[in-house]
């Protein structure tokens, strides 16, 4: 059975860089989808498949050299998100996939297109992240891309994972995939052969859970977090949203070990802390 100890390192390159965006960029390619295989407690209405760990540290190698030429000069990566107003985690992480598939020196995708929309008469039936043609297979692909942070409950089954938003569940987020977002069988006057979830960010167990026996949908060669009530008053700084996809080592701490609900990091043991307020405190404590 796999735990959540049972790994004591990653595969976690992004560490190596200095330029924040391309340490995110790197994170969002090196890393491995939260999920290995799709849980049986789902009822697939149209199905999708998941890309391999392999496959996403494959895509890294191929990538490093660009990677480390972006560190050096990162020009070209803000001036591609200058126009990006927008703080959202989510939306920042679509646009780093972006980026790498717009790369196309270095992988095998050709992008035939992002933020498509499916319009019928004057209706908007909905949008595919990506249409990717894989040039190795001739496939046309269809990608749905998220990044997500799920804090696990009960008996961790695939009902009990929630996000920060109690109303954001990852039964729900899946669902979504399976009954809306992969229905589509043509866009941009191509047939989509194949449909693929990528769903990034960090899954946390709950703090007397942190050995609990893993679902074995959960990819263990993601670094498991743990959340919890118990507010630490030392080792751990919080950080900011930014630093969800990576920390920044270089940061100034001295003003960041305040407590309120969001992601805390202790530098010494390379542990992530989700602290969430009691419900009983909610009257009491600031909130973020």
């Known amino acids: 059975m796999t735990t959540a100890t049972r790994f004591t390192s990653y595969f976690e390159p992004w560490l190596d860089y200095s330029h924040p965006l391309v340490r995110q960029l790197a994170f969002a390619l090196a890393s491995p989808n939260l999920i290995q295989n799709t849980p049986d407690e789902l009822l697939l209405n149209h199905h999708f498949s998941w890309h391999t760990p392999d496959f996403w540290s494959q895509q890294y190698l191929h990538y490093q050299s660009r990677l480390r030429q972006l560190d050096q000069h990162p020009e070209i990566l803000t001036a591609f998100f200058a126009p990006l107003k927008s703080t959202r985690l989510g939306l920042k992480f679509e646009y780093l996939i972006w980026f790498w598939l717009r790369d196309q020196d270095y992988h095998c995708y050709q992008l035939l297109g992002h933020s498509l929309q499916i319009i019928e008469g004057r209706n908007t039936l909905g949008e595919l992240d990506f249409l990717v043609l894989n040039r190795d297979t001739q496939c046309v692909e269809h990608w749905e891309v998220a990044l997500k942070y799920y804090l696990a409950e009960a008996d961790l089954s695939l009902a009990h994972w929630y996000g920060l938003n109690r109303d954001d569940t990852l039964f729900k987020k899946l669902n979504h995939f399976s009954q809306q977002q992969f229905k589509f069988t043509h866009a941009a006057e191509q047939q989509i052969e194949k449909r693929i979830a990528v769903v990034k960010g960090q899954f946390y167990l709950p703090s007397q859970q942190r050995d609990a026996t893993l679902p074995q949908w959960v990819n263990p060669l993601r670094r498991i977090g743990h959340w919890g009530h118990q507010l630490y008053a030392q080792h751990y700084s919080r950080l900011n949203r930014q630093e969800w996809l990576c920390p920044d080592f270089q940061r100034d701490r001295s003003n960041c070990t305040w407590w309120t609900n969001g992601l805390y990091y202790n530098f010494n ?20």
Not at 269 to 280: E, G
Not at 281 to 287: A, Y
């Open 269 to 288: 043991h390379n542990d992530f802390y989700m602290y969430r307020q009691a419900p009983a405190l909610h009257s009491n404590v600031t909130k973020k």
